[in-house]
């Protein structure tokens, strides 16, 4: 991505309540992505987490989807999904050989999500920042990581996430703590909690609160009023801002998706 940019997203493209609601009704499903990457500019491809994909499959999604939209793909289970990370480099090294670099430049973040009830190791989970490659095949790869307990928020973490350049990910949860810490060059943002009382998934005031955080952090900034571990702040530059609605009521997180668009672009 040459400029730096907010994308806002939804999980997938593929689920059925969706049908009729965010897709006309009677929309093919073999154009559903389609549909969806001309009305969202990111999605978080949950597929990949459960099992691999041929170069063709990706190079179909680079082809469907317009220029400035971006797939940021969820890392394989095998990979994070271990006792011993430090032990995954074989993992790591077929998840990214798979063909993902035919996305090309709509290649997003990777995600590396992390079991609820993974702890933090120090040495270990250094270890594995270290397995992370920074390019393949010419491409570049950036790296976001998503923990779930409550030993990460220490500083120890924070500061090799951001020694490795690799993004903590924003977990806005009803279920996990989370740890808004800005580590990378970009930000990475998952939010989890629509209801389905609200047709947008959220209250106005909750969306225009995140179209607020977005712009501070796409502008280099920290928002306030979220969850810091440490008091030194990065680097302020501008960087590039993603923000996935995942999860909660997940029939309106399409809605939540555009909502926030409007408003970031305004």
């Known amino acids: 991505m040459t400029n730096t940019a907010i994308r806002v997203g939804i999980g997938g493209w593929t689920f059925e309540p969706w049908r009729g609601s965010f897709y006309p009704a009677k929309w093919p ?8 990457s001309r009305h969202l500019t990111a999605i978080e491809v949950n597929g990949t987490y459960y099992s691999g994909f041929k170069p063709a499959t990706f190079a179909g999604w680079r082809e469907t989807a317009p ?33 993902i670099v035919e996305l090309g430049d709509k290649l997003g973040p990777i995600l590396w999500q992390f079991m609820a009830t993974k702890k933090f190791d120090e040495a270990d989970f ?17 790296h976001a990581v998503q923990v779930r307990h ?15 350049g690799v993004a903590i990910v924003y977990g806005a949860s009803a279920e996990y703590p989370a740890i808004a810490d800005v580590t990378g060059d970009f930000v990475y ?17 909750a969306l225009d609160r ?57």
């Open 29 to 36: 499903i073999k154009r559903e992505l389609e549909y969806a």
């Open 67 to 99: 220029d400035g939209f971006v797939f940021a793909l969820k890392a394989s289970r095998f990979c994070a999904n271990r006792k011993v990370l430090a032990e995954a480099g074989e993992s790591v090294a077929k998840f990214v050989g798979q063909g």
């Open 126 to 142: 250094r270890a594995f920042l270290a397995l992370l490659p920074r390019e393949k095949d010419g491409v570049a790869l950036r």
């Open 150 to 164: 409550e030993s990460f928020a220490v500083p120890a973490f924070v500061e090799m996430c951001r020694a490795a």
């Open 189 to 205: 943002a998952r939010l989890e909690t629509a209801v389905e009382e609200e047709a947008l998934g959220y209250p106005p005031a």
């Open 210 to 266: 995140w179209a607020a955080a977005a712009r501070t952090w796409a502008g280099g900034g920290a928002p306030e009023g979220l969850p810091y571990v440490v008091e030194a702040k990065p680097e302020t530059k501008p960087r590039d801002t993603f923000v996935f609605f995942i999860a909660g009521a997940k029939e309106r997180n399409p809605h939540a998706a555009m909502a926030l668009i409007e408003r970031v672009a305004g």
